[in-house]
């Protein structure tokens, strides 16, 4: 079946580094997988989407890349902020335009 | 900036009991969703919804679940007889015709809490 790793639960950095989070999936080729934030008790909130032709995305500080033969991708938040802690959840698209959640990976950035 | 609004923010129901969850998706959308995650754990895919009729819906959706567009802008999500192990968020979402984004919107969501 369909899987999706997100290889922390937690990762915790100091104000003004980069954050970088990792997502693996298996069994699956996804025409495209999107970036989420979630802060406690709150919807997802999209954050950017990057298609299987394409290698990277940026947005901001924000970079996604997508690499379809290693089936990971890789979010990057640069000169990261104490405002940018949150979960981060990675989301691959389903047959029906469904989204397939890993688990998240909970960021923390100390000032 | 449009955006999905649920209603409402927090239910507390006793077991058996019926509730019904109710979702604005953004208006020029066609496709909407229901999610849900029960706390500490990852959103699930509950149902997919697009042209009056379910288009694709998960193990999780049984047949205590049903939803409905009533109307132009309302998507309800109803439980008929709720359990315990039905506590916990409720996430709707929507976009529009695939194409050019595939971004789902997803809505501040319903905390459900069943005793």
């Known amino acids: 079946s369909q899987k999706i790793e997100q290889n922390s639960e937690a990762l915790n950095i100091q104000e003004g580094k980069t954050a970088t989070l990792t997502c693996n999936y298996t069994?699956?080729?996804?025409?495209?997988l999107q970036w989420y934030r979630q802060d406690p008790g709150r919807g997802p909130v999209f954050l950017l989407l990057i298609r299987e032709n394409e290698k990277e995305k940026r947005k901001e500080r924000l970079k996604v890349t997508f690499d379809t033969t290693l089936k990971q991708s890789l979010f990057h938040i640069t000169a990261s902020q104490p405002a940018d802690s949150a979960t981060y959840l990675c989301?691959?698209?389903?047959?029906?335009?469904?989204?397939?959640f890993g688990k998240g990976t909970k960021l923390s950035v100390k000032p | 900036e449009p955006e999905v609004t649920q209603t409402p923010s927090h239910q507390v129901t006793q077991m058996g009991q019926e509730v019904i969850l109710r979702c604005v998706p953004i208006s020029n959308h066609l496709y909407f969703y229901w999610y849900r995650q029960i706390l500490g754990q990852k959103v699930e895919f509950l149902v997919s919804f697009y042209n009056n009729e379910i288009s694709e819906k998960s193990e999780i959706f049984d047949d205590q679940f049903s939803v409905e567009r009533p109307d132009g802008s309302n998507f309800t999500l109803k439980i008929r007889s709720t359990k315990l192990e039905d506590s916990a968020m409720y996430f709707c979402?929507?976009?529009?015709?695939?194409?050019?984004?595939?971004?789902?919107?997803f809505g501040p969501g319903t905390r459900l809490t069943v005793l």
């Open positions: 979402a929507s976009r529009g015709l695939a194409g050019s984004t595939d971004t789902q919107y």
């Open positions: 989301a691959l698209g389903g047959s029906q335009g469904n989204l397939i």
């Open positions: 069994n699956y080729s996804p025409a495209y």
